[in-house]
């Protein structure tokens, strides 16, 4: 690889990062104290960049930071904020800073913004709203959390359904208070009952005498305010939606919902999905405290522990075995390791299909003869290939055959429990990224030390 091609690809890698010498400057600035020069470096950056620079920077420096340039952080800077950083930033914004923040945004944001914060913090911020904006955001304080309802904004656009193009154009010219961004024109009938939508590219080019029902868009469809937001998250890919109405129980029209805030929950669930795959709580982030962090790590180590100690004893009731041929301990790591791989494969495929509703009660033998298959057949060919390094490392061909035949019934087990165990959950209703990675572990490593010793101890001595 050439010196520009790794150059490149260094570049490639860096993409919308944020540029050391950019950080270095601004640290050089706070420590200034020289509020001047740090608009000269802010004033470029998008707010989701702001928001990234005080994830990164320490908490002393953040506060630092805040104390010098706080009158300048705006509502958008706020929304782009983990979760975990708000609070914080928040406690060194002035109030009126605060309150002029808040107003620049919409409900879904102010609601976004607002639902996990102290009450002391979340009056503040409800007092400097105006009186419409306010009922707005606290009535969608009252549905459950991580719903519709929570999600989506009161900004839209509503037309009655018997308008015109012409009158629908010239309602949308003569009125001051529109959403900065909409897509649709959503049509209500007489009890604001929403029954379809325009798009703004059919609207404006449609003539004016058209009748807004004749240009109605395919694919209408409504989401439930209660709906859990994963699952409105779910219908935007699923069905390529840019934004739907949102509509309480008597199938009022009450919200809508559009795709940015869609693709965040999307987003959140894959992370989350992650982290809880590999035993981190799933709101975990890099700006955490040291003790916050130990705190959701600690759980899951225990759990892995108590596994650990399971495969333990298994290998306990093979002592003699393991004095009388020092070879099986070389051996032993390698087909627990190759197992815990194999499992984890399998599983991180399932529990993803999960989350997306690919792996379904339809599918889901297909898949686990599939799982099985692949794993048989992966443990049929590292089998030979370990079969022949036994012989070769220990000179012992009936060495080569136990640990042959370990791998076999190990990886396939490793794949069945790595689909069956996360499908297992889901129908216990226990989330199966949260959980599965404990059970797999415990199944290949007891299954894999159990049938290699016990081989070892049936066909070695």
């Known amino acids: 690889m050439t010196e520009d091609t790794v150059k490149n690809t260094e570049n490639r890698e860096e993409t919308y990062a944020l540029e050391r010498g950019l950080v270095d400057g601004v640290m050089g600035a706070i420590d200034a104290m020289d509020a001047r020069a740090l608009d000269v470096l802010l004033e470029p950056l998008h707010p989701a960049d702001i928001a990234d620079l005080l994830e990164q920077i320490s908490g002393a420096e953040r506060r630092a930071f805040l104390s010098l340039w706080s009158t300048n952080i705006d509502g958008e800077v706020l929304s782009e904020l983990e979760e975990s950083l708000r609070e914080e930033v ?41 009186d419409v904006d306010r009922v707005a955001v606290e009535q969608a304080l009252t549905y459950p959390e991580f719903s519709a309802g929570r999600l989506m904004q009161r900004e839209l656009v509503v037309a009655p359904q018997h308008w015109n193009v012409g009158e629908t154009i010239d309602f949308l010219r003569g009125e001051d208070d529109l959403p900065e961004q909409f897509y649709y024109v959503i049509l209500v009938d007489s009890s604001y009952h929403p029954v379809g939508h325009v798009t703004l590219g059919k609207l404006l080019g449609s003539p004016r005498d058209i009748q807004l029902a004749q240009i109605i868009e395919d694919g209408f469809r409504t989401i439930p305010v209660t709906q859990p937001e994963k699952d409105v998250a779910y219908a935007f890919n699923q069905y390529h939606l840019i934004s739907a109405p949102v509509v309480d129980s008597d199938d009022r029209l009450v919200g809508v919902i559009t795709i940015d805030d869609a693709m965040v929950v999307l987003d959140a669930e894959a992370e989350e999905d992650i982290l809880r795959l590999a035993g981190v709580g799933g709101d975990e982030s890099l700006s955490d405290r040291t003790l916050e962090t130990m705190r959701q790590r600690f759980p899951w180590l225990a759990v892995n522990l108590v596994t650990a100690i399971l495969a333990s004893l298994v290998i306990a009731q093979f002592e003699n075995v393991l004095g009388q041929i020092v070879a099986l301990a070389v051996l032993m790591p390698i087909v627990a390791s190759m197992g815990g791989n194999a499992g984890t494969q399998s599983l991180t495929v399932a529990v993803r299909a999960i989350a997306t509703k690919d792996l379904t009660g ?8 599939r799982e099985a298959l692949a794993g048989l057949l992966n443990g049929m060919i590292f089998a030979v290939v ?47 990224a949260l959980a599965s990675g404990a059970f797999v572990t415990t199944v290949t490593d007891v ?15």
């Open 90 to 130: 928040i406690e060194y914004l002035p109030a009126h800073v605060l309150s002029e923040a808040v107003r620049e945004l919409e409900t879904d944001d102010v609601v976004d913004l607002v639902e996990d914060l102290e009450d002391d913090q979340q009056k503040l911020i409800l007092g400097s709203l105006e």
């Open 386 to 432: 370990m079969g022949v390094i036994g012989v070769l490392w220990f000179g012992t061909p009936m060495l080569g055959v136990v640990i042959g035949i370990a791998m076999v019934i190990n990886l396939l087990v490793a794949a069945l429990a790595g689909i069956l165990i996360p499908v297992a959950l889901d129908k216990l209703g226990v989330d199966p």
């Open 447 to 461: 299954v894999g030390f159990f049938v290699f010793l016990g081989l070892a101890a049936a066909l070695l001595i």
């Open 362 to 369: 339809s599918n889901v033998w297909r898949v686990v003869r």
